[in-house]
């Protein structure tokens, strides 16, 4: 229990307070009728792009009124027959809400959001479900005009690069915010699945010829609906939303990568499991009414987006089981909101089991993250080699001047002209996995097809780095997310090198 305890942080902890007040407020419940009502346990928020979401964690509902007061302006939630411990306030100042105070009033207790000006909100209440307890949700949305703006910056930005004929990938880190996924051995799957896909998304931005976005930036939740939108202002051509699997059976192991199927799952297992991915937005029911409309789209484009979203899933699972040694869990079909993406090929990846003692220790550890991230930008470049085409002629043409004007410093070579290592090798890799560590003194490296994992020794400069396996400082920067040239001993550098190292 201790050890439990030593590991649970922020969003855990008010959950576990719930858990422990449940037992406690039922022993009393029969001594007065006072007693029999619910607590409001806690006030957390989460800042979204486009809204903040205020949960108030409860062991059960009251009667609500809610209303608005001006100057300031404050969303008030009257719950009648619910208790609070004491008075509190929880500043917020994103932008959207200033503040939130909650004190006991009469026979209940007031919340009261102040918001920055006359924003819209949502309000509802949502039933304890997946071991969450019960919540009212406020949602404070921000102003359409810059909702509007955000969607256009993106629609600009995909625009910009499939003029330079970059390949984008959105890739999709799953739940977020008051929706941790599953947690299993002190691993909260939002917190994982994020780390995962931001160094994903490092690694192909690293690599010529890609562009990659996420769907969350942050700890926040997305309705799954709104995920499928961001891949298509983005005008994706290739969808990853990445998830932990979670099963009653803790042996059960092993990478699985889903594509979707508009027909049913491929067994019972895919059937549950589509059904706890997609479970947070069943509880939201605004969503489930663009469903009709999304149905009828996803008819006409999805024929080519599902075979291409197959071939995608084997050539990831393949090289997940590569490089990060995971048992093969099997290309599997099942209906995900979340790969309802017409005419984009789109993928779910069950990164490991954390109900596995194993596969759980391994999430957590920053190297097998970046080990996973590896596999997966590596299957993305598998799967567009065959797809790309040189860059339009207008592109070249600027890029020449740009290459004359400078002296010839940037690279005349069009995009596609990267030393092609081609299927042949992929095919011919029958002995066992093709990555291959090896220790030298301090310096482990995983010499693969394209990537290999440097650690810094004392004295490294990025300079020496950048030399010695012939990778641009840049490079190496954006391939290991990092802001600063700056690096410490005992770092670890993954950089992306066109073939293989020998030690
Ligand atoms: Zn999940």
Redesign the pocket.
């Known amino acids: 229990m201790a050890r439990v305890l030593l590991k649970i942080r922020g969003v855990l902890f008010p959950i576990l307070l719930v858990f422990l007040a449940f037992p406690l407020s039922s022993v009393s419940a029969k001594s007065s009728p006072k007693a029999r009502l619910p607590w409001l346990k806690g006030v957390r928020y989460w800042t979204a792009p486009d809204h903040t979401r205020v949960v108030l964690d409860v062991t059960g509902p009251g009667k609500t009124k809610v209303f608005k007061l001006s100057r300031p302006t404050r969303i008030v939630v009257d719950i009648e027959g619910m208790r609070v411990k004491a008075p509190g306030m929880e500043r917020v100042g994103d932008g959207v809400v200033k503040e939130v105070r909650w004190a006991p009033k009469g026979r209940g207790v007031r919340v009261v959001l102040v918001i920055e000006g006359d924003l819209e909100h949502r309000f509802f209440y949502l039933k304890p479900f997946m071991g969450r307890t019960a919540r009212y949700v406020v949602d404070v949305k921000k102003p359409e005009k810059v909702v509007v703006r955000e969607k256009r910056q993106r629609e600009e930005a995909a625009a910009k690069e499939k003029k330079e004929r970059h390949f984008i990938i959105v890739i999709d880190p799953?739940?977020g915010g008051d929706d941790p996924?599953?947690i299993h051995n002190g691993i909260v799957?939002?917190r994982v699945?994020f780390s995962i896909a931001k160094k994903l998304a490092n690694l192909l931005n690293s690599t010529t010829g890609f562009r990659a976005y996420l769907t969350r930036k942050g700890d926040y939740y997305l309705p799954l609906r709104k995920r499928v939108e961001i891949a298509h202002d983005y005008k994706a051509d290739l969808f990853i939303s990445i998830?932990?699997?979670?099963a009653p059976n803790r042996r059960a192991r092993g990478a699985m990568v889903f594509a979707l199927s508009n027909k049913g799952a491929t067994d019972n297992v895919s059937r549950m499991l589509a059904r706890?991915?997609n479970t947070a937005d069943m509880m939201e029911v605004e969503f489930t009414k663009k469903r009709e409309v999304n149905y009828i789209l996803l008819d006409l484009a999805q024929d080519y987006s599902r075979v291409e979203s197959e071939k995608f899933a084997r050539l990831a699972l393949r090289s997940l089981v590569r490089f990060t040694g995971m048992p093969w869990g099997g290309v599997k079909k099942a209906r995900f909101t979340v790969l309802k993406n017409p005419g984009i090929p789109s993928v779910l990846v069950?990164v490991g089991f954390l109900t596995n003692r194993r596969e759980a220790r391994l999430l957590r550890s920053g190297l097998f993250q970046t080990r996973v991230a590896i596999a997966l930008a590596d299957a993305v470049e598998d799967y567009f080699k065959d797809k790309m085409k040189p860059p339009s002629p207008e592109v070249m043409m600027a890029r020449a001047q740009v290459g004359k004007s400078r002296g010839g410093e940037v690279s005349s070579k069009p995009v596609v002209a990267r030393p092609s290592e081609g299927k042949a090798k992929v095919a011919s890799g029958v002995g066992g996995p093709r990555v291959s560590t090896k220790r030298t003194g301090t310096r482990q490296r995983v010499a693969h097809r394209r990537w290999v994992i440097h650690v810094v020794r004392k004295g490294d400069t990025l300079w020496e780095i950048s030399r010695k396996y012939g990778v641009k400082i840049r490079t190496i920067l954006v391939a290991n997310g990092l802001r600063k040239p700056t690096i410490y001993p005992g770092q670890r550098l993954v950089l992306p090198i066109a073939r293989i190292t020998t030690l």
């Open positions: 799953g739940h996924g599953a799957e939002k699945v998830h932990c699997n979670a706890i991915e069950e």
